[in-house]
Nanobody
Framework: VQLVQSGAELRNPGASVKVSCKAS????????IDWVRQAPGQGLEWMGR????????DYAQKFQGRVTFTADTSTSTAYVELTSLRSDDTGVYYC??????????WGQGTQVTVSS
């Protein structure tokens, strides 16, 4: 199993960013993809998940309204888009394959920096 994420991003406050997570080595539609964020010096923060089979999403309350998860089954790629970026959105964003409620495999992480 491999989850390969897109590269680091630098954005101004108020902008948007979209991070990708390309999955391989398993059947993409068989598992949820979870998204987790780690701000500098902080612990892991669960953002939510998507079911690639039907596109159903579940967002942590904190991120509702500013975050959108999508999945492209033709390329086995999941995406997270975050809008109206603020400086406290700076951090490393991870995707993870969810196996029965446990995040069993992780992407390498994508650094998102929000700074003017």
């Amino acid at each position: 199993v491999q989850l390969v994420q897109s590269g680091a991003e630098l954005r101004n406050p108020g902008a948007s960013v979209k991070v990708s997570c390309k999955a391989s080595g398993y059947t993409f539609i068989s598992n949820y993809i979870d998204w987790v964020r780690q701000a500098p010096g902080q612990g892991l923060e669960w953002m939510g998940r998507i079911d690639p089979e039907d596109g159903k999403t579940d967002y942590a309350q904190k991120f509702q309204g500013r975050v959108t998860f999508t999945a492209d089954t033709s390329t086995s790629t999941a995406y997270v888009e975050l809008t109206s970026l603020r400086s406290d959105d700076t951090g490393v964003y991870y995707c993870a394959k969810n196996g029965g409620g446990t995040m069993t495999d992780w992407g390498q992480g994508t650094q998102v920096t929000v700074s003017s």
